[in-house]
């Protein structure tokens, strides 16, 4: 998927859960709809957009993945 296509997509997830009174809450909210519904590999190119700098990122965005990294991140298989 295009880089651009997922920072829109974490833009408007970080729209909706911004309007929460609490923060920590919507934080969590966004590291949370994206695990859920985004496949590893959206999950691993937008850390590494993230790494790069995520300029186009909103800040409630990489404020998120910065709290909840460890959610995000792509699970090893076993071999």
Known sequence: MHTETLVRMAN??????????DQ??????????????WDPRMRTELLAYVDSGGAELRAVVI?????HRALLE???RRA
């Open 12 to 21: 408007q997830i970080g729209t909706f859960f911004e309007a929460m009174p």
């Open 24 to 37: 920590p809450e919507a934080l969590e909210g966004i590291a949370q709809h994206i695990k859920r519904s």
């Open 63 to 67: 404020e998120a993945i910065a709290r």
């Open 74 to 76: 792509p699970v090893a």
